[in-house]
């Protein structure tokens, strides 16, 4: 196992979910925090709750979708901050469940810009020097979304298949160097996912969770954190999970 103490760590999506969870799992280990999303109040408010010293957190208000942000936030880090040892791309959503001749355009174009283009900003600005360096850990999450289609999913089922194929490509790509690539790939997370895919309606977001035990935020962080520790030589390629509750995207045991 190696040591995650001192290792910077940038997780996109950091402001909820299952990227807040990777902060406090990695934070708890000892890690430095870059953590990013839109939402600056959010950010603050875990770094409160984590309490770490300035040394130890530094928060960046990005949206992954502007590529001149992303590269500009990247490249004028301060000189203590830059050589990120572990990229989490976790920044990521859903907009809608309607059929695919039927949905609105601007939920495709959001769900294409964060979950593909987003990742791939990042991607593209922080291997570099991870190379560079020698070392490095890319940490993508897919989603079981990425292995099966499910009805009125297919745009975001399809943004997870190209993450799926991005971290099978970055890992040929990156052959010769010892960056490693993971994807971790849930099912069903209760998170703020289902509010974010129902525009805000909370009673339908409720719904997809009810009668079920679905996974927590931490059991992914759990699973991250694992595939971070492994030692050096060791890359956990991809990790797909789901509930005990849930068999398939669409297979799902409800108790009541
Ligand atoms: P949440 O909605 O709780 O968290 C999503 C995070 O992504 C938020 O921190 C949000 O921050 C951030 N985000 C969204 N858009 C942007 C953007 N344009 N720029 C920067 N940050 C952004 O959902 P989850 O924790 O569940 O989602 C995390 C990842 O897990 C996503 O990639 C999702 O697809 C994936 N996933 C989720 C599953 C689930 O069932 N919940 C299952 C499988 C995969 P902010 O709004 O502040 O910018
Ligand atoms: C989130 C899981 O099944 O709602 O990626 O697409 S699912």
């Known amino acids: 196992m190696i040591s995650i103490q001192n290792q910077i760590v940038l997780i996109t999506g950091a402001s909820s979910g299952i990227g807040a969870a990777c902060a406090k799992i990695f934070a708890d280990a000892g890690a430095r925090l870059i953590l990013a999303a839109r939402r600056w109040e959010r950010l603050q408010e875990m770094e409160q709750t984590l309490a770490l010293s300035s040394q130890q957190i530094h928060l960046l208000q990005l949206d992954v979708r502007d590529r001149t942000a992303v590269e500009s936030a990247i490249s004028s880090l301060p ?23 039927e949905a609105e355009i601007q939920n495709w174009e959001e769900m294409i810009d964060t979950n593909i283009k987003g990742l791939l900003y990042l991607t593209r600005t922080v291997v570099p020097g991870m190379v560079s360096r020698g070392s490095g850990h890319v940490v993508n999450i897919g989603s079981i979304a990425g292995h099966q289609t499910y009805p009125g999913g297919s745009v975001y ?51 997809v969770y009810q009668g079920v035990t679905p996974l927590t935020p931490d059991d992914i962080a759990d699973v991250i954190f694992f595939c971070a520790t492994r030692p050096s030589h060791v890359n956990i390629n991809e990790v797909v999970l789901m509930p005990v509750d849930q068999a398939s995207a669409t297979l799902v045991n409800r108790r009541k």
């Open 79 to 101: 000189p203590n901050w830059s050589d990120i040892d572990i990229l989490i791309n976790n920044a990521g959503l859903s907009r809608g469940l309607e059929k695919v001749y």
């Open 157 to 207: 089922c399809a943004t997870k298949a190209a993450v799926r194929s991005i971290s099978e490509g970055l890992k040929q790509d990156l052959l010769g160097t010892p960056v490693r690539v993971t994807s971790v790939d849930p099912g069903m997370v209760e998170t703020e996912f289902s509010q974010v895919r129902f525009h805000g309606d909370q009673e339908r977001a409720d719904k």
